[in-house]
Nanobody
Framework: QVRLVESGGGLVQPGGSLRLSCVAS????????MGWYRQAPGKQRELVAR???????NYAESVKGRFTISRDNGKNTVYLQMNSLKPEDTAVYYC???????WGQGTQVTVSS
């Protein structure tokens, strides 16, 4: 069975950094594109970053230059390095297998002083 487990969220001050991890099991990880999404209270879930099986990445305009998505196929893990965090980055962050309908449980990121 497919399982995605996120970790690395928490409370951080504006300007700080966090690294999120998502470990996948039950899939041929290297064959799939992976995505990070986020959902803030009262807002729709939105794409933050995506990484193709080839390693090609794309980002939401709001996080370009601050966030970096990467993957380690040997560890079945996708990462989201988040720098220069802003209060508006506060949300629950989810990883997903792009286009396959599998989601993790989410990890809370709160940016506040």
């Amino acid at each position: 069975q497919v399982r995605l487990v996120e970790s690395g969220g928490g409370l951080v001050q504006p300007g700080g950094s966090l690294r999120l991890s998502c470990v996948a099991s039950g899939i041929a990880f290297r064959a799939y594109a992976m995505g990070w999404y986020r959902q803030a209270p009262g807002k729709q879930r939105e794409l933050v970053a995506r990484i193709a099986s080839t390693g090609i990445t794309n980002y939401a305009e709001s996080v370009k230059g601050r966030f970096t998505i990467s993957r380690d196929n040997g560890k079945n893990t996708v990462y989201l390095q988040m720098n220069s965090l802003k209060p508006e980055d506060t949300a629950v962050y989810y990883c997903c297998i792009d286009g396959a309908g599998y989601w993790g449980q989410g990890t809370q990121v709160t940016v506040s002083s």
